[in-house]
């Protein structure tokens, strides 16, 4: 049973195609003026993630406190005892702040070019990779 299972979770990981991710590399200019622009820029874009953090934070609490509510709801209505137990909490894992994190990132490259950097980009495989020739 376990050679199955191996051979069964080989099959799955090699019939997957290779997971690429793309990698930025940041050319800063060479003038003082250029280079306070991009301080400015990095300042944006600690502000923007953290903006980010608590957008998700909120999301995340929202649902807990819709969901307990809705719990109890469930258990007023529901009214006797054994009936109580078709009642369930649900479970909340709110994502969202990966989405807001990258747009941070996009806004911070497009700052960081508008101050003179350049920004150059690279597709590097990240998981089941080809091999090497």
């Known amino acids: 049973m376990r050679i199955l299972l191996a051979a069964l979770a ?69 009214g006797a005892d054994p009936e109580k137990s078709h009642c369930q909490r649900r479970i909340c894992n709110v994502s969202g702040a990966g989405s807001d994190q990258e747009q941070c990132e996009s806004d911070h490259r497009i700052c960081f070019q508008g101050c003179g950097g350049v920004v150059s980009s690279q597709q590097v495989c990240s998981f089941n990779c080809p091999p090497a020739p």
């Open 10 to 78: 080989t099959f799955l990981l090699l019939s997957c195609g290779p997971i690429y991710e793309t990698q930025y590399r940041y050319t800063p200019p060479a003038d003082a003026q250029g280079r306070a622009c991009i301080a400015q820029c990095d300042v944006s874009k600690s502000q923007c993630r953290i903006n980010a953090d608590l957008r998700a934070e909120n999301r995340q609490l929202r649902c807990e406190r819709e969901a307990r509510d809705d719990f109890e709801r469930c258990l007023t209505v529901q």
